[in-house]
Each structure stands twice: as C-alpha cells, then as structure tokens.
Nanobody
Framework: QVQLVESGGGSVQAGGSLNLSCSVS????????MGWFRQAPGKEREAVAA????????YYGDSVKGRFTISRDNAKNTVYLQMNSLKPEDTAIYYC?????????????????WGQGSQVTVSS
C-alpha cells in the first residue's frame, strides 16, 4: 500500500506563494492519477487540482484557476501544487490524493489513498 506525505504548507500573507509537495512511496507512482483537495473548518471538501499519470491532463477548481499549478515528477514520485496570489479564503488543510489507474478528476471518489494533510494559512 502506498503512503502519501505532504509538505510545504505554512503561513503566508495575502498575495504570497507556497509550493506544496506530496511524496508517494512505492514503485507504481507512474500509474496514479493525483489530486489536491482542501478542507477549511466548517466547510465541505473542495477539489483544487488534478493531474493524469502522464501529466497530459490537468484540471483546476474554479476558485484557483490562473493562480495554482499542479505538476508531477514521476522520477521523484512527487506531485506539486504551486500556489500563487494566495488569498485568505485559500486557508485550509490541503490533502494529496491518488488513484491507481484512475482518470484525473476533481471528483474525490476517483481516489483511494491520501496523505495526512498540510495546513496552509493565508493572512490578510
């Protein structure tokens, strides 16, 4: 069973940037579609971005389009989320999720493994 470990979260002022990383154990990372989701206190889980195993397909939630970029390095078993122009409403716990042989999707049901989450706090 693969393990996912997020890193790179923290506190930043509005307008700043953060780059989240998700390291995935095992030798099958290249077969996984990956997604980033977030959840703020008292709110529903929200899809942020998704990427296919080959990086040819990416999707973004409407609230982050043009500001966030998802990418992956299959040689390093890592998926990234570059977050620019951060806003206070981006404050949440960000989760990396993966699905083997899955299609890249903003639907969390496509994924069957996830990390422990990384806190992102954006102050105004």
């Amino acid at each position: 069973q693969v393990q996912l470990v997020e890193s790179g979260g923290g506190s930043v002022q509005a307008g700043g940037s953060l780059n989240l990383s998700c390291s995935v154990s095992g030798r099958t990372f290249g077969t996984y579609a990956m997604g980033w989701f977030r959840q703020a206190p008292g709110k529903e889980r929200e899809a942020v971005a998704a990427i296919s195993w080959s990086s040819t397909t990416t999707y973004y939630g409407d609230s982050v389009k043009g500001r966030f970029t998802i990418s992956r390095d299959n040689a390093k078993n890592t998926v990234y989320l570059q977050m620019n122009s951060l806003k206070p409403e981006d404050t949440a716990i960000y989760y990396c999720e993966g699905g083997r042989w899955a299609l890249a999707s903003l639907d969390y049901k496509e994924y069957d493994c996830w990390g422990q989450g990384s806190q992102v706090t954006v102050s105004s």
